[in-house]
């Protein structure tokens, strides 16, 4: 399978906004789980946010809650991440990916096809 397509990142400063889009269809299959993950320099990769299939369920890791809301809308294929509040330690590379569940999304690791280019997001100070 072809990895998700991530975009929408770029350079804001702290306490403004980004909307990144994760195009889904690629995929043989465009209602599955998803999620969104970043990586930091220096740093592991880490789960930022999780939604089921359907759009009901949604997960945040700490660090992101109540300042970022992850939506689908499979009509368009599309999982979207609103980042708002935004601070300097969410500058990172944004991937999304295809996780077998959000219980434990955060631990998902993949294969090398599960992963695209991810997007950059600089929050400046």
């Known amino acids: 399978q072809e990895p998700l397509v991530e975009s929408g990142g770029g350079l804001v400063e702290a306490g403004g906004s980004l909307r990144l889009s994760c195009a889904t269809s690629?995929?043989?299959?465009?209602?599955?789980?998803t999620g969104w993950f970043r990586q930091a320099p220096g740093k592991e990769r880490e789960g930022v946010s999780c939604?089921?299939?359907?759009?009901?369920?949604?997960t945040y890791a700490d660090s992101v809650k109540g300042r970022f809301t992850i939506s689908r809308d499979n009509d368009k294929n599309m999982v979207y991440l609103q980042m708002s509040s935004l601070k300097p330690e969410d500058t990172a590379v944004y991937y999304c990916?295809?996780?077998?569940?959000?219980?434990?999304?955060?631990?998902?690791?993949?294969?090398?096809?599960?992963w695209g280019q991810g997007t950059q997001v600089t929050v400046s100070s």
């Open positions: 990916a295809a996780p077998p569940n959000c219980l434990y999304y955060s631990n998902y690791v993949g294969n090398d096809r599960s």
């Open positions: 690629g995929r043989a299959s465009t209602s599955f789980i």
């Open positions: 939604i089921s299939s359907n759009g009901r369920i949604t």
